[in-house]
């Protein structure tokens, strides 16, 4: 599997960005999908992941009420729509694929993921 991410920015804070990670592959429906960001200085941190049918939706809390994962499994992509953006948001933002079933908590723990794609930049002035 092959993660391409995109969309990264510079916003100002209260703007919006859509993040978008195309995956290639043929099972791309079969999997969790996760993203993850990571500020210089800090260690990688969940964002928000979503299951294989788009059913089931996690968020950290952190993003919730303000950001939005979604996919679309005909294009092998998952989006992150992230409004209301906040300085602290600022990060290098990963996206992930998770060939695990479990809890919700797996979801949010980078070791459980398979593949990464490159990382996009978020960049949020205040």
């Known amino acids: 599997v092959q993660l391409q991410a995109c969309g990264g920015g510079l916003v100002q804070a209260g703007g919006s960005l859509r993040l978008s990670c195309a995956a290639s592959?043929?099972?791309?429906?079969?999997?969790?999908m996760g993203w993850f960001r990571q500020a210089p200085g800090k260690e990688r941190e969940f964002v928000a992941a979503?299951?294989?049918?788009?059913?089931?939706?996690y968020y950290a809390d952190s993003v919730k009420g303000r950001f939005a994962i979604s996919r679309d499994n005909a294009k092998n992509t998952v989006y992150l729509q992230m409004n209301s953006l906040k300085p602290e948001d600022a990060a290098v933002y990963y996206c992930?694929?998770?060939?695990?079933?479990?809890?919700?908590?797996?979801?949010?723990?980078?070791?459980?993921?398979?593949?990464w794609g490159q990382g996009t930049q978020v960049t949020v002035s205040s």
């Open positions: 979503i299951s294989w049918s788009g059913g089931g939706t």
């Open positions: 592959g043929r099972t791309f429906s079969s999997y969790t």
């Open positions: 992930a694929s998770c060939h695990r079933r479990g809890s919700s908590y797996v979801y949010t723990v980078p070791q459980n993921y398979d593949y």
